[in-house]
């Protein structure tokens, strides 16, 4: 016979104790995927450390807004930077994007963060400051979503104010009407010049020859000859203005520099005005022949306004380049301007022109004083 021996019976008391074990093992798991769990302590030899999780933070700004007290985060001087849903209630105020929205882009609004719990969308909003001023912005929303959980848990956004932008397109659409309209009175300008003055010179050349033909007598036909001769120069010499008007061809002649010393030799001569023209740096790289075109236009329609207007003995031309600009300087010796009365002497055209190639024109003058015209343009922004 064989005794066996029976395997001694655990307390009932360390089964439980590792039923309790094995229940708070589960609960922690349960807790770190859930996001309940703030760091971990990992006890070791001797020590022990304290792992943050990565999210923590959001089990703090739920309770901040659970709690009953508003909680607000200030900078030195006094500035909400943060604050609290139990905040906004004390005070009344609501916080929700909406209340910087005027009434008539709500519907919009409501549109652009319906759409954002979806996918990533941009829009323009016209905005309103606490104080009730205008502000056009730009909003991009993009839904929010938590790591590790493809669910929606709100919308995220970045707003910027579009005032700079806004007036840039602004100016754009302006400039780009501006220059639509001038083209068209510069087509009406040249049609009725090529009507009333060419048109006029070629029929008397067409009467003239037929009038040739009838002649009774060789002296009777050199006369007419002669003055058809000095209709068809003169009709020469209108078709020449029409097209320089058009094209300053004497940039594709003989450059920039030579054609802005002409304009000022020009001017000495027909008009008695000492013209001092110097002009630096131009020997390097050539600039694009749209900044050529519009630096000499600028030259043009300030000596026309000297010529018109000042009623001046000198005036000096200074035309220098260095890497990144070329500046002009027309500076007479006139009876000069109030810049801000009104009379704009071709000023508005100059700086039209400048603006088109991303310079700009500035005038200093006082009655009795003569008048200072800088132009600035970037040589690479052309």
């Known amino acids: 016979m064989i005794n066996k021996r029976k395997a001694p019976r655990r307390p009932r008391s360390g ?6 074990r094995l229940a708070a093992a589960e609960e922690a798991l349960r807790a770190l995927r859930a996001g309940e769990v703030d760091a971990l302590v990992v006890t070791g030899a001797g020590d022990a450390h304290v792992i943050t999780l990565q999210g ?97 848990k709100g919308v995220i956004g970045v707003v910027v104010d579009a005032t700079e932008r806004k007036r840039q397109e602004d100016l754009r659409n302006r400039l780009f009407q501006e220059v639509m309209t001038a083209q ?12 009333d003055e060419t048109g006029q010179s070629l029929t008397a050349l067409l009467v003239g020859l037929r009038t040739l033909e009838g002649s009774r007598t060789m002296a009777e036909a050199v006369k007419l000859a002669r003055r058809l001769r000095g209709i068809a120069a003169h009709t020469l010499d209108e078709v020449g203005r029409l097209s320089r008007g058009l094209h300053p061809s004497i940039l594709d002649d003989v450059g920039l520099v030579a ?11 027909v008009h008695g005005i000492a013209v001092d023209v110097r002009i630096e740096g131009l020997d390097a790289e050539p600039l694009s022949p749209l900044l050529q075109s519009t630096v000499y236009r600028v030259v043009q329609e300030a000596l026309t306004n000297v010529v018109k207007h000042a009623d001046a003995r000198s005036v000096s031309v200074r035309l220098v380049r260095d890497q990144a600009t070329v500046e002009l300087r027309v500076q007479d010796d006139g009876t000069g301007f109030e810049p801000g ?26 009655p009795g004083a003569g008048a200072t015209i800088t132009a600035r343009f970037p040589v690479r922004g052309a």
């Open 184 to 195: 068209e009175d510069e087509r009406r300008r040249i049609a009725r010049e090529l009507h």
């Open 15 to 20: 089964v439980e104790e590792l039923r309790n």
């Open 341 to 366: 009365n009104g009379r704009h002497l071709g000023l508005q055209g100059m700086q039209e022109r400048a603006v088109l190639v991303g310079g700009s024109v500035e005038v200093e003058s006082l």
């Open 259 to 269: 054609a802005v010393t002409r304009q000022g030799q020009e001017v000495a001569q």
């Open 56 to 152: 923590a933070e959001l089990p703090y700004r739920i309770l901040l807004d659970q709690m009953y007290a508003g909680a607000v985060t200030l900078t030195l001087d006094g500035v909400i930077v943060y604050c609290n849903r139990p905040f906004a209630d004390i005070v009344r105020t609501p916080l929700a994007l909406c209340r910087f929205v005027p009434s008539g882009e709500q519907r919009a609004l409501a549109a652009l963060v319906e759409r954002a719990t979806r996918e990533r969308v941009q829009g323009d909003l016209a905005g309103r400051a606490g104080d009730g001023t205008p502000v056009p912005i730009t909003v991009t929303f993009a839904p929010l979503r938590l790591e590790g959980n493809a669910a929606v």
